[in-house]
């Protein structure tokens, strides 16, 4: 477990990465005993310091939960983050690339609950039987590590690259929907830069959340009702530039547009 003056320093860190929009070294090269477990206590500091300054958590977020994202950053595990009110951007409009470093896309399956979960032995029936609805949502990632190179660790202390996420289409009642079928198109000024179908997660969205509960359950927390949440990339995550017209297309669900300024 870190000592409190190492997670004031490695917090410190983060925070001002983040809110500079500057990179930093991968916290390992300095920490090198940094685990997977002080990631996640270093995240619990940021939540508290978001917190204190009038922010909210709306959610949490599985990524890493694709062959195509694993592969293309070399991290073969999932990693678990925060979303807070202050990450939303709405649809249609302009996300403001000077607040980012070297920002990337991702086409995700989002789920709002509707019901308390907790534990590590939910069955997918009863994710599906706790969810209001799913939407579509366009991530946007942004490593504070140089180049988008980091290890497991580093990377859940910077709350796995969260950075800025939009929601859009339609809200569905996952009950009337094949999870695992849906094709997702994802298309950058027009031309189509990657697309899957939501199997690419784990083979079926609602485990990336089966995944997060037990997570949670091992931190000794729980999923609460009202809690929104992303369950990773389905394909590998675009590079987007200033001026992007940014599009994803999501089978039955419509689609998310916004763009980079
Ligand atoms: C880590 C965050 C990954 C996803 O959906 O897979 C993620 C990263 O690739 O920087 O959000
Ligand atoms: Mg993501």
């Known amino acids: ?24 070294a991968k916290l390992t090269d300095e920490f090198p005993d940094l685990s997977i477990s002080d990631g996640y206590d270093v995240q619990d500091e940021l939540t508290r310091r978001w917190v204190a300054r009038g922010d909210r958590q709306v959610g949490v977020k599985a990524g890493l939960t694709s062959k195509a994202k694993m592969d293309q950053m070399g991290v073969h595990l999932p990693g678990f983050g925060v979303l807070m009110a202050s990450h ?23 789920f709002v609950m509707n019901a308390e979960l907790g534990g590590d032995d939910v069955t997918l029936e009863q994710v599906i039987a706790a969810t209001d ?14 180049k988008f190179k980091f290890d497991l660790p580093s990377v859940i202390a910077d709350n796995c690259s969260t950075a800025r996420y939009v929601t859009g289409g339609r809200p569905l009642d996952p009950r009337g929907l094949d999870l695992r079928t849906l094709g997702v198109v994802i298309e950058v000024n027009g ?21 997060l509960l037990r997570h949670l359950a091992a931190r000794g927390q729980t999923l609460k009702a009202g809690s929104f949440v992303m369950t990773g990339g389905i394909t590998e995550a675009i590079p987007v530039a200033r001026g992007d017209n940014v599009l994803a297309r999501f089978q039955d669900m419509g689609s998310v547009s916004f763009r980079m300024g």
Do not use: C, W
């Open 1 to 24: 477990m870190l000592d409190a003056k190492t997670l004031k320093i490695l917090a410190d860190r983060v925070l001002h990465a983040q809110d500079t929009a500057t990179t930093m």
């Open 88 to 110: 939303a951007r709405p649809e249609n409009g302009v996300i403001a690339i000077d607040e980012l470093i070297h920002p990337r896309i991702e086409a995700e399956i989002a």
């Open 133 to 146: 609805y799913v939407i579509p949502a366009v991530e946007v990632i942004d490593s504070r590590f140089e």
């Open 191 to 211: 031309e189509i830069q990657a697309l899957g179908a939501s199997a690419a997660v784990l083979g079926h969205p609602a485990e990336a959340i089966r995944l």
